[in-house]
């Protein structure tokens, strides 16, 4: 059985976005605790939870705290030019369901649903993680880890990638990850979940096969995006060859290294040499800050 109980900070983004304190108690498999969600626009609330933990599966119920409920907030308003203080109550948020994955000890990522329509994303960090083993290679890897997203028709273009990252490699300043390190007989999907948990920035080799592949859309890009938007992980495409980039909202939000009228294959030798090599520049400088 996992240890998780201590305390846990984080995020919510979604209908809601705010930051998240969770003391987080455990008895065997029953968890049980008190969050405390700060909301920008709406305030602070409190909540019970109780909830179980099965496997690297969190599911958890939220309700809102009675107590706190009953409070007042003091708000000053303008009436007849006079400043005028005003009792406010808490805002009721409803019930709030969290089905979330354990990706070690350190990390929960997941979804949250409220019995009042709002939803989204939520992710969270043990502060101090009972799994000495997990947390320390996390921080090892945290800072220097790279993830590539590619299509396996693309893959000759792969290694002249690896060719140019391979420098840093030498140096210690990058782990270059991609799923020709899975090994024989390893569950794909949960190696692959713990790269991009560790992944500070993810290079997307960008071409029609790459949007066109099933695996990518459903099982990389997901938890990319959303470590994006948590501000875990700096997203680096690179378009390799003709194809709708512009028009995929989702992904050209995201600066590319080159412009998609100039796509990788369209440049000569030289000039793709020089792309890549810009490529390792950025990233040099990027774990550089």
Request: aromatic residues 6%; glycine residues 6%.
């Amino acid at each position: 059985m996992r240890k998780v109980a201590g305390n846990w900070v984080g995020r919510i983004t979604g209908t809601n976005n705010g930051n998240v304190f969770v003391e987080l108690k455990q008895d065997q498999a029953k968890l049980y605790g008190v969050a405390r969600i700060n909301e920008p626009v709406f305030g602070v609330a409190l909540y019970n939870f109780v909830g179980v933990l099965e496997n690297e599966s969190v599911a958890i119920e939220l309700v809102p705290d009675a107590e706190f409920l009953k409070q007042t907030n003091t708000q000053e308003i303008l009436v007849n030019n006079q400043r005028v203080k005003i009792a406010v109550p808490k805002v009721d948020y409803g019930n709030v369901i969290l089905d979330a994955k354990l990706i070690n000890n350190a990390t929960l990522e997941g979804t949250w649903k409220s019995t009042i329509g709002t939803g989204g994303n939520v992710f969270l960090k043990n502060e101090k993680a009972q799994d000495s083993e997990d947390i320390d290679k996390t921080k090892e890897k945290d800072n220097k880890m790279i993830f590539i997203s590619y299509s396996h028709v693309d893959k000759d273009h792969l290694k002249r990638l690896h060719v140019h990252l391979k420098p840093l490699e030498n140096k210690g300043l990058v782990d270059i990850w991609d799923d020709t390190k899975i090994r024989t007989g390893q569950k794909w999907r949960e190696v692959i979940e713990i790269a991009l948990s560790k992944a500070a920035i993810a290079i997307l080799v960008i071409s029609a096969d790459f949007l066109a592949s099933d695996f990518i859309i459903e099982n990389e890009l997901p938890p990319i995006l959303k470590k994006a938007e948590l501000g875990g992980t700096r997203i680096l495409p690179i378009i390799l060859k003709p194809c709708r980039f512009s028009r995929e909202t989702h992904l050209s939000q995201f600066q590319a290294l080159n412009t998609p009228d100039k796509p990788l294959l369209s440049l000569s030798d030289i000039e793709q040499e020089e792309m890549w090599d810009k490529l390792s520049q950025t990233i040099e400088i990027e774990l550089n800050r």
